[in-house]
């Protein structure tokens, strides 16, 4: 398939006041411009098609701006799935539920003995459908502690009596009220709050799998409390899948199954931390899309329903949801692996925040065993890459850690070397998958990942308001969210 030429002079058309297609260097002239003079538009190459700055140089890939705001409110139906909110894709007030948004809706009678409401915006009415008490809960809270266990879902389903398609229906039934009880816990996270820190990482959502399905998760980086997380995959047949990234294409973030595998050999790592980051640099340019991390990978195991998203779709679709829990008057910090994906996402989203700035964008790699929080030592500034990144790293005995502020701020090195980490939600990640491995692993589930979001939900939950670290305190708890952890029964009530 060719990419289409009917816009060849021009940047993919905005949508709304989101133009995402323009210079990613902060201190170029460029930095922000939407006149596609500044730029060189390249679509000889199907394959990578991009636009080159006239400035500096620097060549991001183009993306479709109207289907990463349709990917942002997919990614918002799914958040206040089977909460009371609108559902109205063309309403402002989408997602906002109605526990933390109350003055967006009126109290509108009852469904039985169910309250109802009515959007103050577009008139949908809509019914809380946990608004009552919950009958199943002692069966749910039986269901939760054998899969918590590592019971497999046939060893559940005979103990409780139940065949596959309840346990999938209760499943689905824990993570709506999951996100239920969430929502409040998020809202007092976020208010009136003068800074915050936030990790966020991105990783393949079955490490074993080969299927491009990706996981992007943000948290607070020091108590670990999960604000965010989104995969890469629709498990509804919608849309029309392409196999080359159109970015003039409607359906630009459906991805068809490649025609030919990629087959891809991973180098031994370099040893040291200066010689990895460099490395990363020429793995990133390698690729045939620079923002797409599953492009220069083989795909054995496309997932056989659903619709597979683009990363950068989904990178773009987070950070956006991101911009709207946050103040605009919070100062962010935010600490993220070196991925040129999750940069451009975050410049493109919180250009605002960094003309104010109000933002703190911060690549982090560290060795697995430096201290956490420990302070700097001699520090040594190396420029990296075709982009000349300003990193700084320090050593400590035989472990290194090194940063750097896509910002372009200088003589801070030594503060963010001590307390940027992305750490917190490594560890969460890795411990989903030990405590899921059996399922997660389950040969047939790396072609049908769809059964694994609820269960995302429902963990995440639970990280934050029932497990407990050494000291016996929960993330929200840390944070000051709430007095004691919640068990199990609460969680479900």
Known sequence: MMISQTDVATLPPASGA???????????????SRNPDDYIIQLT?????????????????????????????????????????????????????????????????????????????????FVDRWSGFNPKH???????????????????????????????????????RCRRQLSVFDARLLQHRPQLALACTLSPLQPNADNGV??????????????????????????????????????????????????????????????????????????PHLEDPISAKGLNH????????????????????????????????????????????????????IQAETIEPIYVEEDPAWPTDQAAGRIDIVLLGWWRDRWAFTRNDQVSKGICHLRGERDNEARWLQIASHRAVDDYQQRFYQQFSQLVDEPRRKARPGGLIPLLDIYRAWHNLCRQDRNGMTPAQQLGLMRSPLTLEQLLS
């Not at 989101?18 to 922000?32: A, D, I, L, M, Y």
């Not at 990578?48 to 140089?57: H, L, M, N, Q, V």
């Not at 009371?84 to 109605?98: H, Q």
Request: aromatic share 10%; net charge positive.
């Open 302 to 353: 496309f997932p056989a329903k659903g619709k597979l998203i683009r990363p950068q779709y989904a990178a773009y679709a987070h950070f956006l949801q991101l911009n709207e829990l946050i103040s605009e008057d919070t100062q962010l910090m935010l600490f993220m692996p070196q991925e040129p994906l999750l940069r451009s996402a975050c410049l493109s989203v919180f250009y605002d925040r």
């Open 45 to 125: 190459n199907p394959n990578r098609p991009s636009f080159i700055c006239r400035e500096c140089g620097a060549f991001p890939p183009l993306i479709n701006n109207h289907s990463v705001i349709a990917e942002w409110r997919y990614l918002k139906l799914q958040h206040s799935c089977g909460l009371p909110a609108c559902n109205n894709l063309n309403c402002e007030n989408l997602g906002l539920a109605v526990l933390t948004h109350r003055h967006l809706y009126h109290a509108f009678g009852y469904s039985g003995d169910r309250q109802r409401y009515r959007c103050k915006a577009c008139q949908t009415t």
């Open 214 to 287: 990706s996981w992007l998760a943000s948290c607070e980086a020091h108590s670990g409390y999960v604000l965010s997380q989104h995969i890469n995959y629709h498990p509804e047949e919608a849309g029309n899948a392409v196999a080359i990234h159109d970015p003039f294409n409607p359906d630009a973030r459906f991805m068809a199954k490649p025609i030919r595998a990629t087959v891809s050999v991973q180098p031994p790592p370099p040893q040291g931390l200066l010689a990895q980051v460099d490395a990363k640099y020429r793995e990133v340019l390698s690729r």
């Open 18 to 32: 989101w133009q995402f297609n323009h210079c990613k260097t902060v201190h170029c002239r460029n930095f922000g």
């Open 138 to 176: 002692l069966v749910q809270q039986k269901l939760l502690a054998l899969l918590f266990t590592g019971h497999p879902i046939r060893d559940i389903c005979r103990r409780l009596s139940m065949n596959p398609k309840t346990f999938y229906d209760q499943l689905n039934h824990i993570a709506s």
